[in-house]
């Protein structure tokens, strides 16, 4: 690996992991005010309203979002010619994903504030959707510090604006409400600094251009669903199945497993725009980069796991209180599938760089089944429970399966 190469994956990286570090802190400690304020039930009821806006946003990309990040990655000069045609789709999408919100929402079983808060997210998502484009185009030309700045802003309104609102109202209302306009702010701010990365920014709404993207972006958009589908259907379900007490139970126990996620996003958003150059230019170099990637999340992951389990009612207690008890078993079940994470997380991305994910979509589209079918039969019998065991089941095979393909390929 060159020393360029290092240094700037060294320095993207700690523009990501200062960020990171910041925004999990602070976003952890508007849960555990959260948590502490309403309770099970009031994590639970916040939790379905942002997981199943997040979950109904299966038409806000269709893949177009990453695959412009890969091809601008290769050849920046696409950025011109591809960025127009890419924003007005992601506008219409936008429309019409909101369109579809809006029509689920309305005869779900929720009260009606509830839905409300809902529709109220999802046309913020709207927003959100739409400067994603201009995330992807930062992340091509590897430069990571404005996403982390933008991120910490938004983290710090949250926590600081965010936490006063729901101490002094103790209601979820309002606290949402706050909560999307930092959104609101952190979208504005990735679009005005993203923007600086092209000469010129356009909107161009020619159907015929979009079809030409959508035929070579679908993987993506699949992979994208069959992710998606992964992790927010235990939550909904969990929700629809058994109640917000026990959504709040076991999304007390996921906050703290996705404090280490932190780890394979900073190493996956900095690797995949080299994965994807060195694919086309220097494959030696890009062995090297998956092999010390893959030792690193390796090593990490299985600590992970040891230091989860040893101190799961410990850390429970202290960050959610002895109301969050239960969710101490849960976390130690879940502390078996974050190696499985951080290795998915870094073949995933590269399989998407080198151009074969297809393959990857075919992975994640029958573990995402998989785990749809565990989670149904899992959290009916066993609940909170049950529902972590199928995370991990699900998760060891996609592991399973991954290694098989890239070991037979090489």
């Not at 700045?149 to 109202?169: D, H, N, P």
């Not at 090593?299 to 959610?320: D, H, K, N, P, S």
Request: hydrophobic share 50%.
């Amino acid at each position: 690996m060159t020393e360029s190469l290092k240094l700037k994956l060294i320095k993207n990286a700690g523009w990501l992991f200062g960020a990171e570090i910041i925004s999990k802190l602070l976003a952890y400690g508007i849960i555990v005010i959260l948590s502490r304020t309403l309770g099970p039930e009031g994590l639970g009821q916040y939790s379905f309203i942002f997981y199943y806006v997040g979950l109904l946003g299966i038409f806000s990309d269709l893949g177009v979002g990453y695959y412009f990040m890969r091809e601008v990655a290769r050849n920046r000069g696409r950025a011109e010619e591809l960025l127009p045609d890419v924003l007005g789709l992601k506008i219409v999408l936008a429309l019409v994903n909101f369109g579809i919100i809006l029509i689920l929402t309305l005869p779900l079983p929720k009260p009606a504030w509830m839905k409300v808060l809902i529709i109220l997210a999802g046309a913020e998502a709207m927003l959100t959707w739409v400067s994603y484009v201009f995330v992807r185009l930062m992340y091509a030309n590897e430069v990571t510090k404005y996403e982390a700045i933008a991120k910490t802003i938004e983290r710090f309104w949250a926590f600081f604006v965010g936490g006063a609102v729901l101490y002094l109202s103790k209601s979820l209302r309002p606290f949402i409400i706050t909560l999307l306009v930092g959104y609101s702010i952190r979208e504005l701010l990735r679009m005005k600094w993203g923007s600086r990365f092209a000469n010129e920014v356009k909107i161009r709404f020619k159907p015929e251009a979009w079809l030409s993207l959508l035929r070579k972006s679908y993987p993506f958009w699949l992979i994208g669903l069959f992710t998606l589908i992964y992790y927010r259907t235990d939550m909904v379900m969990l929700s629809l199945m058994r109640g917000d007490y026990e959504t709040g139970i076991y999304r007390a126990a996921y906050t703290l497993i996705e404090v280490s996620l932190f780890v394979p996003n900073i190493v996956v958003s900095t690797t995949m725009p080299s994965m994807a150059r060195l694919w086309e230019r220097d494959r030696k170099t890009l062995r090297i980069l998956l092999k010390k990637s893959f030792q690193i999340l390796g090593a990490l992951g299985i600590a992970g796991t040891a230091g989860y389990y040893i101190l799961a009612e410990w850390g429970v207690i202290i960050v959610f209180g002895e109301g969050f008890l239960y969710s101490a078993s849960v976390l130690r079940i879940l502390a078996f599938a974050i190696p499985f994470m951080f290795m998915n997380s870094l073949f995933g991305s590269f399989l998407n760089a080198t151009g074969r994910e297809l393959t990857f979509t075919k992975i994640t589209g029958f573990t995402a089944l998989l785990n749809v079918m565990l989670n149904y039969f899992m959290i009916l019998n066993y609940g909170a429970s049950g529902a972590a065991v199928a995370t991990v089941v699900s998760q060891g095979v996609a592991s399973v399966l991954n290694t098989v393909y890239l070991i037979y390929q090489h």
